[in-house]
């Protein structure tokens, strides 16, 4: 039986049902009400480049997570963390130092997605924060964050879950200079990815197998 101590005594007065509500309310339902955009206006206040940069880059991507994976209902996936997470991908760019964007911060671009992950995670939403960490690219290695000598976890960083290679996958199709109003087209992408290695042009094949 559950027990609640009222003036260090055991009470045992208190319905059941309440006790229980009580308990699982404090255990259990710990339910954190996503909004994107306060996210977005808590670390970027000021109404300036940087934040519209943000903003656009990132909606290009929401919006073309969505009709992907509108394309494919099969999938299962659930829309509304689609928009939120691509939403945030890069929250944490703000951070990071970017002069061409905007950015002023003390760590170097590469670590975005990491720090954005652990802004997340700090808010509540640890499952958006996954798909911040692994957006980059078409993910990190630990290999390759150990021998580029990062300054980030040593760990695997690559997009595991169905939502998290299609927000990746998404991401690759514009940037937040010369791709911030349209959108590349396929062959771009596999252009862009061959400058990183040829695992990442067979990765981008493999999602748009799946994707497009």
């Avoid at 992907?68 to 691509?86: K, N, T």
């Amino acid at each position: 039986m559950l027990f609640f101590a009222v003036n260090g005594k055991k009470n045992e007065t208190t319905s059941f049902s309440t006790r229980l509500l009580v308990y699982l309310q404090a255990n259990i339902f710990r339910i954190s009400i996503m909004d994107y955009q306060a996210i977005i206006d808590k670390y970027y206040p000021e109404d300036n480049e940087q934040k519209r940069i943000l903003v656009k880059h990132s909606r290009m991507v929401a919006d073309f997570s969505l009709e992907l994976a509108r394309r494919h209902p099969e999938l299962g996936l659930d829309m509304a963390f689609i928009e939120e997470a691509a939403m945030l991908h890069d929250i944490g760019i703000f951070l990071t130092s970017a002069s061409d964007i905007g950015c002023t911060g003390d760590m170097p671009y590469i670590c975005h997605g990491f720090l954005g992950a652990e802004l997340l995670r700090k808010e509540g939403f640890p499952q958006h924060a996954r798909v911040c960490e692994r957006h980059t690219g078409t993910g990190l290695t630990k290999e390759r964050i150990v021998e580029s000598e990062w300054p980030l976890p040593q760990r695997d960083m690559s997009p595991e879950t169905t939502a998290e290679q299609l927000i990746c996958f998404a991401d690759k199709f514009f940037s937040k200079v010369k791709y911030l109003h349209k959108s590349r087209t396929f062959e771009q992408v596999e252009e862009s990815m061959a400058r990183i290695s040829p695992e990442s042009v067979a990765k981008v094949r493999e999602w748009a197998a799946l994707f497009l």
